[in-house]
């Protein structure tokens, strides 16, 4: 038996769904606030009406029903590979990105979720384009600023490749990046050929200004390639005619927790929420040897997923301040992050752990302004002259939705726990020397511990709801 992170099936599932876009518009406009007359589209700009997606998965957007068996990567054999430095400096500055987005939104009560790596994505793809004071600005924000000798966007291809590499059939991510730009409208040949490179995003030319139809083409991409877990990413009334490009990015990811839980051992349990209030939630429980650190004020451990033996090394990192009401003061130890990671060490633990479930929406323009990324939204002053010159453009909304679902069910798991037991003599667990119990607000990680990227980056702070 074992928990599953399943996509979309009749039993309990784990399923990680995130997308981050950015919506990009042109400043400029006649008298009376119309749109600026646009240019014939440019055949040299490989402007393309073909909505067939370019992705990690090679995925079709108008299939509902995507697969990720068989990942493959085509655009980073296109690019040299950085050295292995250089990715662990460019995954340490996305987690930096991901902690302090998070800082921005921590103060507001309430579950929070979520995912660095594709923000990250989906602001490197625009500052591809982006020039003077608005690159400075987002390099600086994205902590990429002391990396000027390496070459980020060949590092992201390489990080893409590494996670979504074939291996383990208990373990899938699923990466996809699609530019939607305004048909009959110039882009940059240069930014179309790095976004197609390095991030395997083709452009589907759409028209913003013939109703509901663009915006409706791109949730439908977006469910396609989060198993239908994020359907409406963009709301009515977010585009409109003066909507020049929309730079997607979505992930998604499902796996099995190389040690099981036993659902015939899930009970009720107790759990302080963060109202101060006790609630009764189904917890799971299971003892194994996995990584652990006591930071001081929360202690940190590893429950890693099965796919170690194909040379995966993903993990979900739960945080548990050591009280109840101290979650606000570990937020705000965040930044020491990096270092509590590389501090954990192997320990013999027992661990009871909630079922839980996140979601949210947001859209990320404030955060993003408070951390020093102005510019960019300045439609006055924004410099995105390598996407295009005919028109001047700027950001005005940067969404992302995740979701997350922690689960059992015995004969889901079951069916699908041959791989899991295979490995089971490096799980097994005679005394555990320390016992956990998940009952108040934590925060929780899915990473990689190879590379150091962070997927996703959330808390809980009432399961039951």
């Known amino acids: 038996m074992s928990i599953r992170f399943a996509r979309h099936t009749a039993a309990s599932v784990l399923v990680l769904a995130s997308l981050a ?7 400029s406009s006649d008298s009376k606030g119309g749109p600026a007359k646009e240019p014939v589209v440019d055949a040299s700009a490989e402007v393309s009406t073909n909505t067939t997606s370019t992705s990690t998965t090679s995925t079709n957007t108008t299939n509902t029903n995507t ?8 655009f980073v054999d296109k690019l040299p590979r950085p ?11 996305y987690g930096q990105l991901g902690v302090d987005v998070y800082a921005q939104l ?3 009560k309430g579950p929070l979720l979520i995912s660095p790596a594709s923000l990250a994505i989906a602001l490197e793809m625009t500052a591809g384009g982006a020039k003077g004071d608005t690159a400075t600005e987002m390099a600086k924000t994205l902590h990429l600023d002391a990396l000027s000798k390496v070459d980020v966007h060949a590092a992201n291809a390489a990080l893409l490749a590494d996670l979504t590499k074939p291996g383990s059939k208990d373990l899938e991510i699923d990466v996809a990046n699609r530019l939607f730009g305004q048909s009959g409208f110039t882009f940059s040949p240069a930014f179309l050929t790095l976004t197609r490179d390095a991030y395997g995003a083709e452009l589907a030319a759409v028209d913003f200004r013939a109703g509901d139809s663009a915006r409706k083409e791109i949730n439908e991409w977006v469910a396609a390639h989060t198993a239908r877990k994020i359907e409406n990413l963009i709301a009515p009334g977010v585009l409109d005619d003066l909507t020049r490009l929309v730079l997607a990015d979505a992930v998604y990811f499902k796996g099995a927790f190389a040690t099981p839980f036993r659902p015939e051992a899930t009970k009720d349990a107790s759990f302080t929420n963060d109202d101060g209030q006790t609630v009764k939630v189904p917890t799971m429980h299971a003892a194994y040897s996995t990584r652990y650190l006591d930071a001081g004020d929360a202690e940190l451990f590893d429950m890693p997923f099965a796919g170690g033996d194909a040379g995966r090394h993903m993990t979900f990192t739960i945080v548990l301040p050591k009280t109840a009401s101290s979650l606000p003061k570990v937020e705000g130890e965040l930044a020491q992050l990096p270092t509590w990671l590389g501090a954990m060490s192997m320990q013999s633990l027992e661990v009871a752990v909630p079922r839980f479930k996140l979601k949210t929406a947001l859209d990320l323009a404030d955060p993003l302004q408070a951390l020093g990324m102005k510019t960019a939204f300045d439609e006055n002053k924004a410099n995105f002259s390598g996407i295009a010159t005919v028109d001047k453009l700027h950001i005005t909304h940067v969404l992302q939705q995740t979701f997350m679902n922690v689960d059992e069910n015995g004969t889901e798991a079951a069916a699908a726990t041959a791989v899991v037991m295979a490995v089971k003599g490096a799980m097994v667990v005679e005394k555990p020397t320390h016992t956990l119990s998940v009952d108040r607000p934590f925060i929780v990680m899915v990473r990689d511990a190879q590379s150091g990227s962070i997927l996703f980056l959330g808390r809980v702070t009432d399961p039951s709801k």
């Open 21 to 27: 876009s950015l919506a990009c518009k042109d400043a």
């Open 67 to 74: 697969t990720s068996t068989n990942v493959v990567t085509p």
């Open 83 to 93: 050295t292995a430095t250089d990715l662990a400096a460019v995954a340490k500055a």
């Open 106 to 108: 921590a103060a507001k």
